[in-house]
């Protein structure tokens, strides 16, 4: 079985753009996988000597009654059941959330490993303003910008070498 990579992280910050950028053909591999549900969005991807899968979360339809919070912390905690290792993705712009620090608190929690990365970084690779993404307190802040493809092989390798 292929190691799970889920992609968790506000609205916004580039989740579905990194899920494109890591991977090559979607959804069309659930089936073969079992565990998997259906309602999120899968997808396999090959960096380097890597094989996985991705789960994107977040393309859901926010609905009056349940709200766009709670969908969004159900879609967060079912991806990452599933997956044997999480990338958290922030926003190297915008800077640290209230949003951010929510699901930091809850993935700290967690027994999984978690890479902290910072999406939107081109250009900022070397800036002191990553350096508050520390206060989330999930160590090192990995800067990528999914935009640009940059970053994405040594963050596959990241991710997946310690499993
Ligand atoms: P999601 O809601 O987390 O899935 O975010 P999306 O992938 O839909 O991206 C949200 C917005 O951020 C879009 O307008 C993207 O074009 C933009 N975006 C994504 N990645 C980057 C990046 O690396 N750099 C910049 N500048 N913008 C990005
Ligand atoms: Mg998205």
Redesign the pocket.
Known sequence: MKPVIALV???????????NRLTKSRDAIVADFAGLTRDRHYGQGKQGKHEYIVI?T??FEPDASSGIFKEMAKQTQQAVAEADVVIF?VDA?AGVSAQDHEIAKYLRRLSKPCLLVA????GMLESPQLSEFYELGLGQVYP?????GQGMRSLVDLALEPL
């Open positions: 992280g506000r609205p916004n910050v580039g989740k579905s753009t990194l899920f994107d977040g393309g993705v712009r999406n939107k970084a081109e990528v910008s999914a935009a640009h």
